[in-house]
Structures are given as structure tokens and as C-alpha cells.
């Protein structure tokens, strides 16, 4: 099997209602889509994401380098092409947009090579259980408490027993009253996850954290500046919460990094920014090392699919409004029943995207 060609696309799909956390608030997903044709007939489909900007670049990226220099590729050989097509993008950018970029084609080829195997890509790449928890999670900053309630109470309905919340609040006080409404809607014996979006300074997350213990949160997300190695170490080390990060960490030396330095509690790489499956497993693996767990962040069809194939993976995560079938843009709906994600079992990723539908949202450009 060889790849005879490639065609990319970028679309512009206008949420429903803003999201807001403590450093941005997004109106506008980007999905930008890759796909790869065979001299067998075959398609593998990949695809990566941002949240309202860059979106065309990646797609004429891909276009004008990846998706030529991905020509001639045995998607039986992966691991090969994937240091190929990084070396292509390594002068470019060590991350950013051209590795968002190669994330899309590292997910088509995998497409690919599980589709040539006859197998789902979670029992390709080692079949580790049948199916991954999931929790909810919702960029809520914005939302107000009664709101912020209705929508953990919806969660609850769908059967999750963890949930993730935004703090990160100008006042604290208010992320307080937030986080002690909420623990009281879902009770004591559920995980309750919160997320600062890489708000504070190291003195100032550690007071924040103090002030959210009699709430007893699970994790604490990105409390400082995702490259701030020195500050999250030492914030572990005083804090009794446990620290969760990785979404803005796009290379596999940086997660050993934090790992080697005791600066990380659970780990959260995004298989589309980190450069594919490819890396994304090296990293799952690193932190199994460490005896760290890996929770992906975001990309519920595919992140559920690699925590079905790894031994020690945690939670997936399951963003209100942010799945590509709440997005529309999917031909068969994948989500998630009773807070669990079970991956689809046909050969390949299993995620059929609906290309009519998306392309009312396709950009120019």
C-alpha cells in the first residue's frame, strides 16, 4: 500500500454559546482535515484543531509541504515517516502550527495502516481495554453559578461520576463560591477537577489551592505558565493537591522534563498537538516510567481510542459543545454512554466525518 495522494481543508465551525477560561474566550472552533488515498483505494482521514486562529495557515502548510512529501509513504511504516515529515517541519517551527499540521497526517496514516490490519486502531496498538471513563469538562468561566450548576447537573444525568470546572477568577473569592457550589451538587464521593489555564504565579496558586482543599479537588490544572518547570515543581512539592498538565507541551522532551524534575502529577499530552499517535504514544509510555497516568486532553474520539490501547491511562475528556459530533461535523455519532467512551469497531480510527454538512463551514483562504 502507497500514498498516492493528499487533500487538506480548513473549516470554520461557529460555536453555539462562547466558551471562556482564565486566558481566552473562544468563539470559533478550527477544524482542519487531512486526507490520504491509496494505490489500494483506501482513505485514511486525520485531522487536527484550534480554537480560532491559524487554521488556513495549517491547511496551506499541509497542501503546499506535508501532504506532498507524505506522496510515496507506506502507512505501514509510520514510525519512518513520521521522522521523515518532521524533518520537514523542524526548520519550520519546533511546534505550533506546522506540527498541528503533521498531527493530521500522523492520523491519517494510522487510519490507514489499522485499516490495512482489518483492525480498530485501539486493538492495533495494543488493545488494553474495551472501553476509557470519561469526565465531564466544560470551558465555564463565564457561566454563572446557577447556569455553571445546570450544567453539572446534565453531566450527572449522563451517568459521569468526575467532572472539570475553570477557576482562575480576577477575585478569589468568587472562584470559591463557584467550586463550593459545585461540590455540593455532586456530592463528596465524585472527583472534582479544576483547571487555571496557566493563570497565576506560583505564591499566588499555592494560596489558591490552600483555599480550594476543604473542597478536596482531584487535580489542579495548569496552575502556571505550561513552561515554567522550576514553578511547578515547586508548587507540587508544597501543595497536597495533585498537578495536572501537558496540553501546551508539544515535544517529548519537555514531558520528561517535568516528569524528571517531580514537577507533574498527571499527565496530559493532545495527540493533535503533540505531533500525532506517533509521539503521543512515546509520551503515554515516558510517563508510565514515572508511574504518572496519562489524561488526555480533549480530541474525545481519538483520545478515547489511545486510553483503550494503553495499560495506564486515566480519564478522558469529554468537553460540553467541544466533541466533533456536538460540533456536526461527524456522518455517525461516536460519544460517550454512562461516563464511559467505548471505540468504534470497524478498522481504522473509526470517526466518519460528514463532508456535506461540513462544507457550509469550509474557509478560503
Known sequence: MTVTRGEAACYRIKLREPWQSASHVITTFELITARLWTDTGQEGVGWTFTVGAGGTAIAAFLTDDLLP?????????????????????????????????????????????????????????????????AYGSGINLNLSIPDLLAQFRRWKTRGFRAFKMKVG????????????????????GALLMLDANQKWTAAEALRRIRGFEPYDPYWIEEPLPADDVAGHAWLRAQARCRIALGENL??????????????????????????GITPFLKIAHLAESYGAPTAPHLVL??????????????????????????????????????????????????????????????ARG
Not at 480576577?170 to 472562584?175: I, L, R
Not at 470497524?346 to 463551514?361: Q, Y
Request: aromatic share 6%.
Open 69 to 133: 512529501a507524505a506522496v510515496g509513504a507506506d502507512p505501514a511504516l509510520v514510525e519512518r515517516t513520521w521522522q521523515r515529515l518532521h524533518g520537514t517541519v523542524r526548520d519550520a517551527a519546533p511546534g505550533g502550527l506546522a506540527l498541528l499540521g503533521l498531527s493530521a497526517v500522523d492520523v491519517a496514516l494510522w487510519d490507514l495502516k489499522a485499516q490495512a490490519a482489518g483492525e480498530p486502531l485501539y486493538r492495533l496498538l495494543g488493545g488494553s481495554r474495551d472501553r476509557a471513563e
Open 301 to 362: 474520539e481519538l483520545s478515547g481510542t489511545l486510553c483503550c490501547a494503553i495499560g495506564h491511562a486515566s480519564m478522558i475528556e469529554d468537553l460540553d459543545g467541544g466533541t466533533l459530533g456536538e460540533l456536526g461535523a461527524l456522518a455517525e455519532p461516536i460519544r460517550t454512554e454512562q461516563g464511559y467512551f467505548t471505540p468504534p469497531p470497524r478498522p481504522g480510527h473509526g470517526v466518519r466525518f460528514d463532508w456535506d454538512a461540513l462544507a457550509r463551514w469550509r
Open 169 to 188: 477568577s480576577d477575585d478569589p473569592s468568587t472562584d470559591l463560591e463557584r467550586v463550593r457550589a459545585v461540590r455540593e451538587e455532586i456530592g463528596p
Open 250 to 275: 508539544f515535544a517529548v522532551a519537555a514531558f520528561n522534563e517535568f516528569l524528571r524534575r517531580d514537577a507533574v502529577d498527571v499527565v496530559q499530552p493532545d495527540v493533535l498537538r503533540v505531533g
